[in-house]
């Protein structure tokens, strides 16, 4: 049979008994109807499997705290649904069970959580449904080239099920979705296809065995069918679970005689079930009595990530609103950080039952990097979205995490330089859209930004130590926005400043532009571009001296400046002499109130049509090439010479500080008019 290729990335090899006769079934229409399909993964997953498969890595356990956390997000989600939708009842057996036949060497996991349909089975466990499953899949070989272990990046990409493949040669997954009658399992080699079928199971959840593969404890595969193999795992990794996760033991008990006493010699086998998690909120728990690896291990579940965090945040609030908040910041960021539809928000519970996930109410977007859960008791049971919005308690709670991250921020930055640095890259960019979103935190918030300066343009220093650093009699903090801080180190409009010892701050991230129209100031410092405005540095004595002599420069010039505007008209709405250009001839400046070039580009991206602002010229008095042209002008006041050169210095001011010529092609070309004739 002809292969169909599917839109969802997956490819129907075989259809045995198709109710209706479709060429190409959509997923939603055809996974709908029964009968046995062998379908191909998706190219990706597959080639994930492969690198699970062969992969060298020793920790092969973890596959079962990879399915364990599975079931657990299934029980969640089974516990939320029937908290708010009356079809599904409330139940107290919510749990795992782990389940081994040790003549066949298989290991089973039982959930009795909210299951899935055959369509979500083939969605969720056929492909990797996550959006830049390219970029993971290279992430992973990335890090496999390098040597790295790329199976540590296992959970954070979502790619956890397929871990099974580690421990086992087959694996078979049976699953009923809550409210719905049917049941379908699933079954692979992993070997490039999957078969799915009917199947039954009495109630919902989801059961995964797998045929374990041969115990190899050099590589790392010990014997899961073991009790104590199981229970070492188990402790390490999901202790904190909060859903029994139970195995069914096999125990000797002497037969008792009529009184009760044991009978010589006689022993039965009883089926015994063993819980072997403790089930504790961890965040409940005394921190005294919690291990670091135990609060890493919490983290890594909530978070989804293979890395420990680089922080964690614990916070008790007794009193009118009784909360506590387990916080995490992670070492870096998720590859999806900056995508809109990045997740956000925080864990809510209420009395160790999980109420919400990404709480978005919990924890302003800006902070999103933040992960962790928050617990209270005073909440009511109310777990619409839309009413905890408004509620008072939440906005209370959302408060008191604030200012405890950003503290705990703060105190990294003052104590543990090298740490906040770190933060700093990974998510320094969110704190500056809190600046630019949230009047509430701002000054905080700017007490943590860092900023590179023309001191030393690869140390990072916050706005108080510039504030230390600053000459004396300086009143301004300066700084420059720019694509880039090379381009910004080449900027002329640096010149005067650095010649004078003055430093400037690089502002090279696209978001500092906007941050510099929310923050006008620092500490009673106004903030100060170099790219807009006059210029007026050193002592009142030296400007005044200089006031004076560029006035005189400006008078005997006033023809040719005049000339230049009027070529120029079309650019620029003035051209004077500067005050800011030492080595450089010509560059161009921004009125003190409209937009920088840089916010200019930023505002064209989102809006299609605006009114593009003219600029102010500025001319180096001091530079040869303005003499000769004042003496070419004063010679022949029409020179056609002139208009070119008004065309080159604008062109060559665009340039030097890295923006676009508006007409490349013609500036290469007056370029070349004007070297021939040169030469
Ligand atoms: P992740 O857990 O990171 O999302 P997985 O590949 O482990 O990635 O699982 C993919 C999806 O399959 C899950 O998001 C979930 O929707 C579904 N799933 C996996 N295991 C279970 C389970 N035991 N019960 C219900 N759904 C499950």
Redesign the pocket.
Known sequence: MAETQEPAGFTVHEKRHWASDEETPSPSSELNQEGAQTLSFQTETQQLLELMIHSLYSNKEIFLR??I???S??LD?YRFTALTETEFEERDDLGIRLEVDKDARTLTIH?N????SRG?LVR??GTI?RSGSREILSQLKLAQKEDAQPLELI?Q??????SAFMAADRVKLI?RRAGEPAATSWQSTGDGSYTIDDAQREEH??S?TLHLKDVNEDDGIGDFTEEWTLDRVIKRYSDFVRYPITIEVEREEPVLDEEGKPKEGETKTVQEERTLNSMKAIWMRPASEVEDNEYDEFYKHIA?DWEKPRRRIALAAEGRLEYRALLFIPSHAPHDFFYQESKAGLSLYLRNVKIMEECEELLPRYLRFVKGVVDSPDLPLNVSRELLQHNRQLTQIQKGVVKKVLSTLKEMLDKEREEYLEVWTAFGRALKEGVVSNADNKDRLMELMLFSSSDDAKKLSTLAEYIERMKEGQEEIYYLTGDSRQSIEGSPHLEAFTAKGYEVLFLSDPIDELLVQYVTEHEGKALKSVGKGEVELGSEEERKEAEEARKTQQEGLSGLLTLLQEKLDEHVKEVRLSSRLTTSAVCLVTDEHDESPQLQRLLKQTRAKLPTTKRIMELNGEHPLVASLSKRYEANKSDDVLESYAQLLFGQALLAEGSELPDPAAFSKLVADVMARGI
Request: zero cysteines.
């Open positions: 990879e399915l956390s599975n079931a997000d299934a989600r959930d959580g909210i299951g899935m979500e969720n466990i449904a959970g990409f979502g790619v956890g099920f397929y699953t959840g989801t995964i989804h």
